[in-house]
């Protein structure tokens, strides 16, 4: 009893975390091209050249218009070894290229390197989801269901049982890769084969039920 004669009510507030994975299905390549030249014009043009074969070679693939992107450009003078006087020029492009289909980027990637020759760099290759939103909910009911099976216990401890959901609390949702044993299908002369793995989200929630007897 309290102070003023009511019954406190009794609750039951359980923390849980649910998780929920899945195999990514793009591959997102982020690439460099350099090229040297004479002059700011010749050195621009070298590197559009490359930029563009590299554009049909991709596209060669299936890779859509919409899934190649610039992402930076520039130009500047190369030195000689004292850095007193220039030399020449040299151009850079970046792209984006977003690959949806997991067994051609060996393909790619090799396509890719015989259009740009040594001027090419790839400067990252990132497995993802094209759409996270059905594993993020799946990992919440999970959470929830964890959080449910909790509470049954707690209660049943107590020598009650659970009632109506008082408050739900969502403590966040969280992504990370959790790399297993699955082999991305390539080519068996893929220069460069791609481990999928699989990416993990994890959600949290904390939820209060009024306890009855």
Do not use: C
Not at 105 to 121: E, R, Y
């Amino acid at each position: 009893m309290s102070k003023h004669g009511h019954t406190r009510r009794r609750l039951v507030q359980v923390s849980a975390s649910g998780r929920a994975s899945a195999t990514p299905d793009v591959v997102r390549l982020s690439l460099g091209i350099r090229s040297d030249g004479d002059d700011v014009s010749s050195a621009l043009r070298d590197v559009g050249e490359k930029v563009t074969s590299i554009g049909e070679a991709v596209r060669g693939h299936g890779v859509e218009s919409a899934d190649i992107r610039s992402t930076g450009a520039g130009v500047h003078p190369r030195y000689d070894r004292d850095g007193q006087r220039v030399v020449g020029y040299q151009a850079q492009h970046s792209l984006a290229v977003v690959v949806r289909a997991l067994d051609t980027v060996g393909a790619v990637v090799d396509s890719v390197a015989q259009a740009a020759g040594n001027s090419l760099s790839v400067d990252s290759i990132q497995l993802e989801l094209s759409d996270s939103t059905r594993m993020e909910q799946e990992a919440r009911d999970n959470a929830f269901a964890h959080a449910r099976s909790k509470g049954d216990l707690y209660a049943r401890l107590s020598g009650g049982q659970l009632g109506e959901v008082l408050s739900v609390v969502e403590g966040g949702t969280g992504g990370g890769p959790a790399p297993v044993g699955r082999m991305a299908m390539m080519a068996s002369s893929s220069p460069m084969p791609v481990e999928a793995g699989e990416t993990t989200v994890t959600a949290s929630v904390t939820v209060t039920w009024a306890l009855e007897n």
